[in-house]
Structures are given as structure tokens and as C-alpha cells.
């Protein structure tokens, strides 16, 4: 149970940290209250019914308001994270990697079966001692 807890804790704050850096736009054109079309990412194509101006050279020019209306929301990410790398040297690297070694095999079981002689046969002997010197265990 604490296993799975641990991965789903560790997904959701991977996925946190994700949405919080991304950033990305939206971009939407109305044509009066309608929307036309909502674009990620990029501009949204318009429908067409912009305001054309006139090439005429009149002395007065009537322009009237356009009707379509482009709207753009724009959601910036987070760039301002910390990065905590950890610059060692070669001799802190050797030292830290051999003193985990060593603490991991402190604690390791050793087997009280394993000796050191199994593959050596003992050595052959010439007299019997015990005959030759009269000791017996009784």
C-alpha cells in the first residue's frame, strides 16, 4: 500500500511541476458574438468579413467598425525554477561511492557455512600421532 501511494504521490508532483512550466496560447475570433474559430498555438483563421478599404482618394472618409473581434490569451510558464545539480569531484564521487559500498556490506548476512577450504583435501599423514605419542581422549 505505501509502495503504491509513493508512485502515485511521485506521478501527481511530476504532473504538477509539468503543467506549472508550460506555456501556450489561445487565440479566438468572434464574428459579432459568434465564435468562429479558436486556435493553440497559432493565429485563428478570421471569416472573412473584415472591413476592405476604399482606394478611392475622397476628401472624406466614412469608416465603419468591424463586426469581428480577435481575442488572444496567452498563459506564460513558470521559467523561474531552480536547478539543483550537484558538482562533485572525482574524489568526493570515489569516496561517497566506497562508503556506500561499505556500509551496504556491513549489514549483509554472511553465511557461518562458507569456508575456505572445500575444494583442498587435508594433507595425508605419514605416522598416527596419537599411537606414537600414547595420548588417547577417553
Do not use: R, W
Amino acid at each position: 500500500m505505501k509502495e503504491i501511494f509513493q508512485k502515485i504521490s511521485a506521478i501527481l508532483m511530476s504532473a504538477i511541476i509539468l503543467l506549472s512550466t508550460i506555456s501556450f496560447t489561445v487565440d479566438a475570433h468572434y464574428c459579432g458574438d459568434d465564435l468562429v474559430d479558436l486556435a493553440f498555438y497559432k493565429e485563428a483563421k478570421s471569416c472573412g468579413m473584415e472591413q476592405i478599404k476604399s482606394t478611392k482618394d475622397c476628401g472624406d472618409k466614412v469608416e465603419k467598425k468591424s463586426c469581428c473581434t480577435d481575442k488572444q490569451i496567452v498563459l506564460e510558464g513558470q521559467d523561474d525554477l531552480k536547478d539543483n545539480t550537484i558538482k562533485l569531484s572525482f574524489e568526493q564521487q570515489v569516496f561517497i561511492i566506497s562508503y556506500a559500498y561499505s556500509y551496504h556490506n556491513l549489514f549483509q548476512n554472511l553465511d557461518a557455512s562458507i569456508t575456505s577450504f572445500i575444494g583442498h583435501p587435508p594433507p595425508l599423514l605419514d605416522k598416527d600421532y596419537q599411537v606414537l605419542y600414547e595420548t588417547f581422549l577417553i
